[in-house]
């Protein structure tokens, strides 16, 4: 059974302006009220354990905030993990939170969408649309195809 907001207010105060959670009463006989709540998870996350169950303490923000579970996944904006204040958290669909991702380990260009095609000597631009990859067009520098990248996802809403 998942907590209730009535519960959650009833033990943990949280500032919206820093994202921390604190006990109003005494967790355990080593949590004392006043104590600040969570501990990371293997994933970089605050977790926080409420009546022997794990939350995740961006889940329990957004609940505390708005009086409702989110209807997605709750997203990082700055995509720091720990900093879960409510003006950094938005409810996203899964496609959503995807975009909001560093750049992946194999990227070259430094630039999101853009990749280097040796066959044509040139910067490539690509986006993904309704789960298909769009080729924006060809450009001669990687600022270029990003300059292109990103006015494509300004056009489509996709950036936050």
């Known amino acids: 059974m998942t907590i209730q907001v009535s519960r959650l207010r009833e033990l943990l105060h949280y ?10 009463k005494t967790a355990a006989h080593r949590v004392p009220a006043g104590t600040v709540a969570g ?6 996350y605050l ?9 995740p ?6 609940l505390y905030v708005h009086g409702t579970w989110p209807r997605g996944f709750v997203d990082h904006i700055n995509r720091n993990r720990v900093d879960n204040r ?20 194999t990227n070259t260009s ?15 631009a690509q986006i993904r649309l309704n789960g298909k990859n769009k080729l ?11 300059a292109a990248y990103k ?6 809403n996709l950036e936050h």
């Open 15 to 24: 500032d919206p302006d820093t994202g921390v959670f604190t006990w109003i």
């Open 39 to 44: 501990a990371l998870s293997n994933k970089g």
């Open 47 to 55: 977790r926080i354990q409420i009546d022997r169950k794990i939350y």
């Open 57 to 62: 303490a961006h889940r329990l923000a957004w």
């Open 86 to 105: 409510i003006s950094n958290l938005r409810d996203v669909n899964a496609s959503q939170n995807v975009r909001n991702c560093g750049l992946r380990a």
């Open 110 to 124: 430094g630039y999101k969408g853009v990749s280097y095609w040796t066959e044509r000597k040139k910067w490539a």
């Open 136 to 146: 924006l067009g060809m450009f001669a520098t990687p600022e270029e195809a990003s």
């Open 151 to 156: 006015k494509a996802a300004e056009t489509a």
